[in-house]
């Protein structure tokens, strides 16, 4: 399958994606072409202790996964931990390989079950932090490296859609994104420490964003800020 052929159908499959289903069915279109059958996408800056809501799009069943990060949590996993500090795709046999793990429990092959053979993990670093990823999977796909190239190359354009869309349902809100999503995380019970550790950002500046955040809001506590942010349609 020539590479070109394959981005250009990406290309305009992403160009009328409106929500992360279509990126995902975009994403699994150009995996089918190179025997990879499955996929996942998980959005690392939701990810803390449980997949839950980071599971951004699923091929199989979302409680097959949940089942198996019930059973040892994603960020334990060896391909995990590798894409954390990798930005290149890799085989998830290689990333249990170089850290001596034999059987990783369903997770060795991300996602569909043992009967797959092997998968392929693309992860998305934006600024040095690993921010998305993707999991192909297949019985017997091409690991090839130009394969390895291609769908390396269409995560990443399907990273940037899912950015876009994020913006453009943000585009009428007074707050700026990092104020969306500090509160975001304390309404999810989140402490301003454990915020900062998800964005990368320290506890006072998480306090800074939501001060920011109430002023514009018109509110007088973060408590007030979060339902008129849930319940007034501000992004």
């Known amino acids: 399958m020539p590479a070109w052929e394959a981005l250009k159908g990406l290309t305009a499959q992403l160009s009328s994606a409106s929500n992360v289903e279509d990126i995902g069915r975009?994403?699994?279109?150009?995996?089918?072409?190179?025997?990879?059958?499955?996929?996942?996408?998980?959005?690392?800056?939701?990810?803390?202790?449980?997949?839950?809501p980071a599971l951004l799009y699923?091929?199989?069943?979302?409680?097959?996964?949940?089942g198996f990060d019930a059973e040892r949590p994603l960020l334990q996993r060896p391909a995990f931990?590798?894409?954390?500090?990798?930005?290149?795709?890799?085989?998830?046999?290689?990333a249990r390989?170089?850290?001596?793990?034999?059987?990783?429990?369903?997770?060795?092959?991300?996602?569909?079950?043992?009967?797959?053979?092997?998968?392929?993990?693309?992860?998305?670093h934006l600024e040095g932090r690993f921010v998305w990823g993707a999991g192909f999977s297949g019985f017997d796909p091409d690991t090839s490296q130009p394969a390895q190239s291609v769908l390396s190359a269409s995560v990443h354009e399907g990273y940037l859609r899912f950015r876009e869309l994020l913006d453009s349902t943000r585009s009428d809100s007074p707050l700026s994104p990092r104020e969306s999503e500090c509160l975001k995380w304390v309404a999810d019970g989140k402490t301003d420490f454990?915020?900062?550790k998800i964005l990368g950002i320290s506890p006072r500046t998480v306090r800074f964003h939501i001060r920011n955040?109430?002023?514009?809001?018109?509110?007088?506590?973060r408590i007030q800020a979060v339902a008129k942010r849930a319940g007034g349609g501000v992004a």
Do not use: C
């Open 81 to 94: 931990l590798r894409a954390q500090t990798s930005d290149r795709p890799f085989l998830a046999s290689e």
């Open 213 to 221: 955040a109430k002023t514009k809001l018109g509110v007088a506590t």
């Open 26 to 52: 975009a994403l699994l279109n150009v995996g089918a072409m190179y025997g990879w059958t499955n996929l996942i996408i998980v959005d690392v800056t939701k990810l803390f202790n449980r997949i839950g």
């Open 194 to 196: 454990e915020v900062g």
């Open 97 to 124: 390989r170089a850290m001596g793990v034999a059987d990783d429990h369903g997770w060795s092959v991300l996602p569909g079950g043992a009967e797959l053979k092997e998968s392929l993990v693309v992860p998305v």
């Open 58 to 66: 699923a091929s199989e069943s979302r409680e097959l996964f949940e």
